[in-house]
């Protein structure tokens, strides 16, 4: 009774450790689907792969390393990172630098035009409508809040 156990719980570390790998596995037939949600025929017979290669008593990189130099390495989910495809994860980071090198390029662009049409008022330059307007944009104090009862009466009573 005891190998029985024995042999069902066995079974039962078997069938997780295949499934947990299959899910990490992409079906080379689908492309969108892991092998465990796939019914293809090669996704069926991937999923006997590592069935056996974990009871022929494989760990789980020497399986992954298996399917990727049998199949490449789109075949995995997870691709590991190396020369070839640190562009492609870093890639965010480079489109996030550059938004924010053009961001703060065309922010001291802005500061910089204001001075330079400060200058020109100094030495009696005419400004252009869309100077006047930028400049009366940006002297132009913001509308007073409106006056609250509360900051009314606190004003008249002094404090």
């Not at 689907?33 to 290669?53: F, G, N, P, Y």
């Not at 035009?113 to 030495?123: D, K, Q, T």
């Not at 009466?153 to 002094?158: A, E, L, P, Q, T």
């Amino acid at each position: 009774m005891e190998s029985n156990d024995d042999a069902l719980k066995q079974k039962q570390v078997v069938d997780a450790r295949a499934r947990n790998i299959s899910h990490n596995v992409r079906c080379t037939e689908c492309g969108s689907q892991s092998i465990e949600d796939s019914q293809a025929d090669i996704a069926i017979l991937l999923r006997k792969l590592i069935r056996d290669e974990i009871q022929s008593g494989k760990s789980d990189k020497e399986i992954y390393k298996k399917l990727e130099d049998d199949f490449g390495e789109t075949v995995l989910y997870a691709p590991k990172f190396d020369l070839q495809t640190a562009a492609l994860w870093l890639s965010p980071l480079l489109v996030a630098g550059g938004a924010a090198g053009v961001w703060a390029y065309n922010r001291h662009r802005q500061k910089t035009n204001v001075h330079i049409m400060a200058l020109n008022l100094v030495r009696g330059v005419p400004l252009t409508p869309k100077e006047k307007e930028t400049m009366l944009e940006i002297l132009t104090p913001p509308p007073p809040e409106r006056a609250s009862p509360s900051s009314w009466w606190r004003r008249w009573r002094g404090q």
